[in-house]
C-alpha cells in the first residue's frame, strides 16, 4: 500500500493480488483530512472526527501537522507530543481504513510519499512515524509517483520529460522529472511553502469579512473567543471552502454567514484577484525548474498539475500562457501520487524503494523503479548530448505540426454569426481553422501567423502528454480480489474545466485551450493524418433545460449563416444513448469530415467535434461515441 501523506489530506493506495486502486470512502467522504486532535483523555483523533472535536478547545487541534515536520515537538493543548508520533496518528488511521476495506490483510509493503526537496532527515521522521505498520517500508519523491504513473498508464515516447506542478493544501511544488524507460530521475525542483489551498481559503475568508459590513462583530467570530464563536467559526470556514471549490466550476457563488451578516456574494473574478500575485509566483517556478533542468518548455511532454488547489481555473490558464505548454489534469487527481507511488517501488529485499547501483532495472512497466539519490544529482547523458537537443528526434511527433484542424466550436453562450463577405483562407500547417458557424471563438480575429504559432504551442503537449493530477488529499484507494469486474480506471478520465469524459483506448490528449475550454485528443499513433476528436464548453445565459428551443435556434441560426460546407442539421436525434444536437461539416482542405454533436445541460452547452478521414472513418467513430456517452458536465 502507499500512502501520500499531504498538509491537508493524505491518500492510501493498497493493491491486493496485483489488482488496480478502487478509491475507499473514509469518513463518508473520499479524503480524510490530516487534522489531528489531541483529547484530554491522550487520544488523538484524526480526519473529520478532529475536526469536529476542534470545536471544544482549538488549542487541541492541529490541521497541518506535515507543515511541523521541522519542529522535534508539537504542543497540543496541555500536552506535548513528538512530531512523529501526531504523524503516526494519521499514518495509522489510513492504514486501518486500508486494512479493513481489504479485509484485515496485513501490510506487506508500506510506501510513503514525500516532497521532492525533502533530505534525509525530514524522510527519516517520515519512516520512523510509520515503523512497525507494514513489513517494509519505502519512501518515493511525489512528482517520481505521478511521473510513474503518467508513464504506466498512457502511451509515449520511452524518453520523455514532465514537468509537476503540485499545488496542495499548504505548498506549490514544481519538479521536473525525466523518464528514460524504466527510470525516473528528478532533474530539478521548485518550491514555495507559503502558498496553498488553506492559504486560499483564508485570503477569501478575509476578503468576505472585508465587506461584512460588521468589523468588530467579524473580529469576534474568526478569532472565536468561546465555544458558540468557535461552532460558527468552523462552519463558516468550511463553507468558504466549499465556496472556492464552486469557482473552480461557475463564474460565482454565494456564502451563506451568521447573523448579523448579509450572505456574501462571491465571483471567480474576486477569486482571481485575490490569488493573482501567489499563483503568478508559482507559475514562474514552473518556469524556473524547467530552466534549472537544462531543458526548454518546448522539449516539455507536458505540464502535470495536480493536487487539490490545480483545480483553480486562473493555474491552468497562466501556465499555459507563461510556458506555452497547455497543462493537463484529469479526473480524481487526489488520488494520483498514491497509485504512482506503488508503481514506482520495485519490490526489492531491503524494502526501501530504491534498487542499488548495478542492480538490473528491467522490471515490469507497471512497477517502474526510481533512482538512487546519487544518481539524480549526476547526469543522465554525456555532455553536449541530450541537453542540446529536444527530448524527440527531428521530425518525430512532437515536433510536426497538428495536421487535422482544430475547430473553434460552439460551447457556451452561441456566438454572433460570422460577418458575411469572402471566406477566410485555411490555416496555416499546424494551426487551427478559421471559426466555424457558431464557434466559441467570439473574440476579435486572430492573424494567420498568430494561428499558427498558437496551433504549434498546443503540440508542445505532444504524444503522451495525458499526465495525471497528483494529490495531497486524502483519499484511501483499495482494490480488493473480488471476481466482479472492476470500475474503469479513474486515471482514463479526462477532467478538464467544466467537463469530463473517458478517454477512449488508444488515444492520448495532444493540445487544448483553458481560454476556450478546449480538449483535443487524437489517436496515440497519429502520423499526421485528420483524425481527431475536440470537445469544447462554454456557459450560456439562460437554462437550456427550460429554454432548449432557444438554445438550439441560437445554433441553427449560426449554422445557416457558416455557409454550404455545414450539411445535416438535426436539431433533435440520438447518438451514444443522448440526446444531441447534430451537423456535419466538410474540410476540403484536409479531405476530411467533421461530425459535430451539442450536448445541453442547464447553463452549459457542451460540443464533441468528431474529425476523420477516409482511413480513420471507423476509429474515429468508435472513439466519438465512447467520449459522448461517457460526457459529464459538472459546471
Not at 282 to 308: C, K
Amino acid at each position: 500500500m502507499a500512502v501520500d501523506f499531504g498538509t491537508s489530506s493524505t491518500c492510501v493506495a493498497v493493491s491486493v493480488n496485483g489488482r488496480e486502486p478502487q478509491v475507499v470512502v473514509v469518513d463518508g467522504q473520499p479524503l480524510l483530512r490530516s487534522a489531528v486532535y489531541a483529547a484530554t483523555d491522550g487520544t488523538l483523533f484524526v480526519g473529520q472526527e478532529a475536526e469536529r472535536q476542534a470545536a471544544l478547545d482549538p488549542s487541541r487541534y492541529e490541521p497541518h501537522p506535515k507543515r511541523r515536520v521541522d519542529e522535534s515537538e508539537l504542543l497540543l493543548g496541555d500536552a506535548v507530543l513528538p512530531v512523529p508520533a501526531v504523524f503516526r496518528a494519521v499514518l495509522s488511521r489510513a492504514v486501518a481504513e486500508a486494512r479493513r476495506v481489504a479485509g484485515g490483510a496485513p501490510v506487506d509493503q508500506l510506501v510513503l510519499t514525500h516532497p521532492a526537496d525533502w533530505g534525509g532527515v525530514r524522510t527519516r521522521v517520515l519512516r520512523q512515524a510509520a515503523a512497525g505498520l507494514g513489513h517494509r517500508v519505502a519512501t518515493v519523491p511525489e512528482p517520481v509517483a505521478a511521473a510513474v504513473f503518467h508513464a504506466a498508464s498512457f502511451p509515449g515516447p520511452p524518453q520523455r520529460a514532465l514537468a509537476v506542478l503540485d499545488v496542495g493544501g499548504g505548498t506549490v511544488d514544481v519538479s521536473v522529472v525525466r523518464t528514460q524507460g524504466h527510470r525516473h530521475t528528478v532533474l530539478a525542483t521548485k518550491g514555495d511553502p507559503s502558498f496553498g489551498g488553506a492559504d486560499v481559503d483564508q485570503l477569501l475568508l478575509e476578503h468576505i469579512g472585508a465587506t461584512s459590513g460588521h468589523p468588530e462583530a467579524w473580529r469576534d467570530l474568526v478569532e472565536g473567543r468561546d465555544l458558540a464563536e468557535r461552532r460558527r467559526r468552523r462552519v463558516l470556514r468550511q463553507d468558504v471552502r466549499d465556496a472556492k471549490e464552486t469557482l473552480s466550476r461557475h463564474p460565482y457563488t454565494d456564502v451563506p454567514l451568521p447573523s448579523p451578516f448579509p450572505d456574501a456574494h462571491v465571483t471567480r473574478d474576486d477569486l482571481e484577484r485575490l490569488i493573482a500575485e501567489p499563483v503568478g509566483r508559482a507559475v514562474r517556478l514552473v518556469s524556473a525548474a524547467v530552466a534549472e533542468s537544462g531543458l526548454t518548455p518546448a522539449e516539455l511532454t507536458g505540464v502535470f498539475l495536480v493536487g487539490g488547489s490545480s483545480r483553480i481555473p486562473l493555474i491552468a490558464r497562466l501556465v499555459a500562457e507563461r510556458t506555452g505548454v497547455v497543462p493537463v489534469t484529469l479526473d480524481q487527481p487526489e488520488t494520483v501520487v498514491a497509485r504512482g507511488a506503488l508503481r514506482a517501488v520495485a519490490p526489492d529485499p531491503e524494502g526501501t524503494g530504491v534498487l542499488a547501483p548495478g542492480q538490473d532495472r528491467t522490471v515490469p512497466t507497471s512497477r517502474p523503479p526510481i533512482v538512487t539519490a546519487e544518481e539524480r544529482t549526476r547526469p543522465v547523458h554525456s555532455p553536449g548530448e541530450e541537453r542540446t537537443r529536444p527530448v524527440h528526434s527531428p521530425g518525430e511527433e512532437r515536433t510536426r505540426p497538428v495536421r487535422g484542424p482544430v475547430h473553434r466550436h460552439p460551447s457556451g453562450p452561441l456566438p454572433r454569426p460570422l460577418p458575411t463577405g469572402p471566406r477566410p483562407p485555411g490555416p496555416p500547417s499546424g494551426g487551427f481553422p478559421a471559426a466555424h458557424p457558431g464557434s466559441a471563438a467570439v473574440r476579435p480575429s486572430t492573424p494567420d501567423s498568430a494561428r499558427g504559432v498558437r496551433g504549434r504551442t498546443w503540440l508542445l503537449v505532444g504524444l503522451g502528454a495525458l499526465v495525471l493530477a497528483v494529490a495531497v488529499a486524502v483519499t484511501l484507494v483499495v482494490v480488493l480480489g473480488r471476481e466482479e469486474q472492476p470500475p474503469a480506471d479513474p486515471g482514463r478520465v479526462i477532467a478538464q474545466y467544466e467537463y469530463r469524459f473517458a478517454l477512449p483506448d488508444g488515444w492520448t490528449q495532444t493540445g487544448g485551450d483553458p481560454g476556450l475550454l478546449r480538449t483535443e485528443i487524437r489517436p496515440a499513433d497519429d502520423t499526421g493524418g485528420g483524425d481527431a476528436v475536440l470537445v469544447e464548453e462554454k456557459r450560456l445565459s439562460f437554462d437550456s433545460g427550460a429554454e432548449r428551443a432557444r438554445a438550439v435556434g441560437k445554433l441553427r441560426s449560426d449554422y445557416e449563416a457558416g455557409g454550404d460546407q455545414f450539411t445535416d442539421f438535426a436539431d433533435a436525434t440520438r447518438f451514444a444513448d443522448r440526446d444531441v444536437v447534430h451537423y456535419r461539416e466538410q474540410l476540403d482542405a484536409e479531405s476530411a469530415t467533421v461530425d459535430w454533436y451539442v450536448l445541453f445541460q442547464g447553463a452549459a452547452q457542451v460540443s464533441v467535434g468528431c474529425q476523420y478521414t477516409d482511413d480513420g472513418r471507423d476509429r474515429v467513430a468508435r472513439a466519438c461515441d465512447a467520449v459522448v456517452r461517457s460526457m459529464v458536465v459538472t459546471g
